[in-house]
């Protein structure tokens, strides 16, 4: 089990510092929407090796959890309007942004605390995203959506379908979180913590492939 | 009974059952906003088809009419006058031929009146050149005067006082009358053909009718009908089902006279 909680420990970062570092290279050859992705990416990096560097000095993390999930879930918010635009009204995105972020603070500072793991705030944003993404989906069938956002399907194809997998499967990890660290032995919650690195990894895959896709002109 | 720890269990997954059902709520929720701006945005480019269907329509309408310009203009102008100046000559040959030529010239002198006469006739149906000055009713009611001496029929123009209509609605009414009145000289046997215009504020309604046999289907789905149905959906108008009294044919269109040019 060393062995399992070493590999998470020193490389859960690889595969969003890879997808990160490609994004950085055709950064410039992207269209908004998936520049916005990007964001999300070099955010989700920033997080990540900031988040090994307080682990090493022996510092909480925590917190930085509860900042990922309020700016992740803003960036994450831009990037569906802006694939979405002229199919929802932007109103829809503000008020749930900041109903979304008014409750991470509200999580944050009085419910599970700043140093605490923020799992009620991970299992609303994945129940939002897993929404906006399932719709994206049904939205993508649609002969309109095809035409009218032809070259960026493709790419849409890969990224819906990493966050859907990704925020799905995490749903189930945050939502029971507690429960297995209570109930469960740390063997258990290690691998699970294992299980969200696979999905995590595969979630920047699909990022990197949908970003391989991109529109060419 | 159940254990701590099992109730424990239970007492979290319960919840998630809601959660489950507020994510497939959102997600029939989300849909129904996509679907309602999906045919929202369908209908406009619908709408947008039309349009531009009917730009393009009256873009080669209007660059029909102004080839037909262009020739009545030419033939008028050019051949006119060298048909003048032929027969000119040919009068003031006439005056000092010997008798044996003047038989021959007499003949080409008839001949290039007969051409006078028709080239006429084609520029003036090509652009009617009163139309532009007097108006679409004036110039109907002169369309119905000839075509009375010329083809024995009956031929009433019924108007009110109408406003100045935009030239794209004279012209276009007045080629639909020249294909109605062609259509019925044709194939109706009729005795009488009855044209009214009647100005409502915003729309013109035109009425035709003949107490002929009808139409037959081959002419219904001609050219001229065809026509007919080009020049109205240029014009934005429409063609109202209607029946003629005397058991002829019958039309009705509705011309709007907001958005012409």
Redesign the interface.
């Given at each position: 089990m060393q062995g399992i909680s070493d590999l998470i420990i020193h490389y859960a970062y690889v595969p969003i510092v890879v997808t990160a570092g490609y994004a950085l290279f055709v950064y410039k050859k992207l269209g908004h929407e998936l520049r916005l992705l990007s964001w999300f990416i070099f955010f989700s990096a920033l997080v990540q090796v900031a988040s090994a560097f307080l682990w090493y000095q022996r510092m909480n993390n925590l917190w930085l959890l509860h900042l990922y999930v309020a700016v992740g879930f803003l960036i994450l918010a831009m990037f569906y309007y802006a694939v979405l635009k002229g199919f929802i009204s932007s109103r829809i995105f503000w008020i749930g942004s900041i109903l979304f972020i008014l409750f991470v603070i509200v999580n944050a500072v009085f419910i599970q605390g700043l140093y605490t793991y923020a799992s009620h705030a991970l299992t609303v944003e994945s129940v939002l995203l897993i929404i906006l993404s399932l719709s994206t989906f049904m939205l993508m069938m649609d002969d309109l959506f095809k035409t009218s956002k032809a070259p960026l399907v493709k790419s849409m194809n890969w990224i819906n379908s990493g966050l859907f997998i990704y925020y799905a499967s995490s749903l189930l990890l945050f939502y029971f979180g507690d429960l297995v660290a209570q109930l469960f032995s740390r063997t258990a919650n290690l691998q699970i913590a294992l299980v969200h690195f696979m999905f995590l990894t595969i979630m920047h895959f699909c990022f990197f492939v949908g970003l391989w896709h991109r529109p060419k002109n | 009974m159940a254990s701590p720890?099992e109730l424990?269990?239970l007492s979290?997954l319960l919840p998630?059952t809601g959660?489950v059902f507020?994510?497939a709520f959102?997600?029939v929720l989300?849909?129904q906003?996509?679907r309602k701006?999906?045919t929202r945005?369908?209908l406009k480019?619908e709408e947008l088809k039309t349009v531009h269907h009917h730009e393009l329509l009256r873009a080669s309408i209007a660059a029909q009419e102004g080839e037909r310009k262009r020739i009545a203009s030419d033939l008028h102008d050019e051949l006119g006058a060298v048909l003048s100046i032929a027969r000119m000559h040919l009068i003031q040959l006439e005056e000092h031929s010997a008798e044996v030529q003047l038989a021959s010239i007499r003949n080409i002198r008839t001949l290039t009146e007969s051409a006078l006469v028709s080239m006429r006739r084609i520029s003036h149906e090509l652009m009617p050149a009163q139309l532009e000055s007097f108006g679409l009713v004036k110039t109907l009611e002169a369309l119905a005067t000839r075509t009375n001496t010329e083809r024995g029929i009956q031929l009433h123009v019924l108007a009110e006082e109408l406003p100045t209509l935009p030239w794209s609605i004279q012209l276009g009414l007045y080629r639909i009358c020249l294909e109605l009145i062609t259509n019925t000289l044709k194939h109706a046997d009729a005795h009488v053909i009855e044209l009214r215009i009647v100005y409502r504020s915003s729309y013109l309604v035109f009425y035709y009718q003949d107490d002929g046999k009808g139409l037959p289907s081959s002419a219904i789905e001609g050219l001229g009908t065809t026509n007919i149905e080009a020049r109205v959906s240029a014009l934005s108008g429409r063609i109202v089902p209607s029946h003629s009294d005397g058991g002829g044919f019958a039309l009705t269109l509705e011309i709007p006279l907001n958005n012409q040019r």
């Amino acid at each position: 089990m060393q062995g399992i909680s070493d590999l998470i420990i020193h490389y859960a970062y690889v595969p969003i510092v890879v997808t990160a570092g490609y994004a950085l290279f055709v950064y410039k050859k992207l269209g908004h929407e998936l520049r916005l992705l990007s964001w999300f990416i070099f955010f989700s990096a920033l997080v990540q090796v900031a988040s090994a560097f307080l682990w090493y000095q022996r510092m909480n993390n925590l917190w930085l959890l509860h900042l990922y999930v309020a700016v992740g879930f803003l960036i994450l918010a831009m990037f569906y309007y802006a694939v979405l635009k002229g199919f929802i009204s932007s109103r829809i995105f503000w008020i749930g942004s900041i109903l979304f972020i008014l409750f991470v603070i509200v999580n944050a500072v009085f419910i599970q605390g700043l140093y605490t793991y923020a799992s009620h705030a991970l299992t609303v944003e994945s129940v939002l995203l897993i929404i906006l993404s399932l719709s994206t989906f049904m939205l993508m069938m649609d002969d309109l959506f095809k035409t009218s956002k032809a070259p960026l399907v493709k790419s849409m194809n890969w990224i819906n379908s990493g966050l859907f997998i990704y925020y799905a499967s995490s749903l189930l990890l945050f939502y029971f979180g507690d429960l297995v660290a209570q109930l469960f032995s740390r063997t258990a919650n290690l691998q699970i913590a294992l299980v969200h690195f696979m999905f995590l990894t595969i979630m920047h895959f699909c990022f990197f492939v949908g970003l391989w896709h991109r529109p060419k002109n | 009974m159940a254990s701590p720890q099992e109730l424990n269990f239970l007492s979290g997954l319960l919840p998630f059952t809601g959660v489950v059902f507020l994510i497939a709520f959102g997600v029939v929720l989300l849909n129904q906003v996509f679907r309602k701006n999906l045919t929202r945005q369908k209908l406009k480019q619908e709408e947008l088809k039309t349009v531009h269907h009917h730009e393009l329509l009256r873009a080669s309408i209007a660059a029909q009419e102004g080839e037909r310009k262009r020739i009545a203009s030419d033939l008028h102008d050019e051949l006119g006058a060298v048909l003048s100046i032929a027969r000119m000559h040919l009068i003031q040959l006439e005056e000092h031929s010997a008798e044996v030529q003047l038989a021959s010239i007499r003949n080409i002198r008839t001949l290039t009146e007969s051409a006078l006469v028709s080239m006429r006739r084609i520029s003036h149906e090509l652009m009617p050149a009163q139309l532009e000055s007097f108006g679409l009713v004036k110039t109907l009611e002169a369309l119905a005067t000839r075509t009375n001496t010329e083809r024995g029929i009956q031929l009433h123009v019924l108007a009110e006082e109408l406003p100045t209509l935009p030239w794209s609605i004279q012209l276009g009414l007045y080629r639909i009358c020249l294909e109605l009145i062609t259509n019925t000289l044709k194939h109706a046997d009729a005795h009488v053909i009855e044209l009214r215009i009647v100005y409502r504020s915003s729309y013109l309604v035109f009425y035709y009718q003949d107490d002929g046999k009808g139409l037959p289907s081959s002419a219904i789905e001609g050219l001229g009908t065809t026509n007919i149905e080009a020049r109205v959906s240029a014009l934005s108008g429409r063609i109202v089902p209607s029946h003629s009294d005397g058991g002829g044919f019958a039309l009705t269109l509705e011309i709007p006279l907001n958005n012409q040019r």
